[in-house]
């Protein structure tokens, strides 16, 4: 017998993860947010998915604490809702990033990638890695700059 089969593992931190943001709209949700997206309206014109859909992963990314809700209202109009990265959201982003460099690697676009993370002051693309070196410093979401790579065709 395999010795995984030893254990109950229900409470493993990757199974937790993938609970939380695994599901694919929630993914894709979470990408249009790193991109600058925050209205419902904006996220469901974005990822074409039906406004059920987009409503309960909206919910449920903000029950988690990913994302947060705050109000805005245009001149005229009704209060709406606005969604926002949390800490804990920007936390999931170098995971996301680290799928994105896995694809990239494996199953590239023929036109290139569509966007680079990059750090600004040195220019060199950012790369996600495992380390068990104590002194590797990671960099913070406000030392990156995801921007259009090659592979970003314009609309229209």
């Not at 990913?66 to 245009?74: D, G, K, N, S, T």
């Not at 990239?104 to 990638?113: D, K, L, Q, T």
């Not at 693309?125 to 921007?147: C, F, G, H, N, Y």
Request: proline share 4%; with cysteine.
């Amino acid at each position: 017998m395999h010795p995984r089969f030893l254990y109950e593992l229900d409470d493993c931190a990757i199974l937790g993860g993938i609970e939380t943001v695994g599901e694919t709209w929630a993914l894709k949700i979470l990408r249009e947010a790193i991109y600058g997206l925050r209205r419902f309206d904006d996220f469901a014109r974005a990822l074409g998915c039906g406004r059920g859909v987009l409503s309960d992963r909206l919910k449920k990314l903000t029950a988690a604490g990913i994302l947060a809700r705050q109000a805005y209202a245009e001149p005229g109009q009704r209060a709406r809702a606005e969604y926002h990265m949390t800490e804990m959201g920007w936390d999931v982003v170098p995971v996301l990033l680290a799928l994105g460099q896995w694809r990239e690697r494996w199953a590239p676009a023929s036109g290139g990638a569509a966007i680079r993370v990059t750090e600004p002051r040195s220019g060199r693309a950012v790369q996600m890695l495992m380390t068990a070196d104590p002194k590797a410093t990671s960099l913070s979401m406000d030392e990156v700059r995801i921007a259009l790579g090659p592979g970003a065709r314009r609309i229209g």
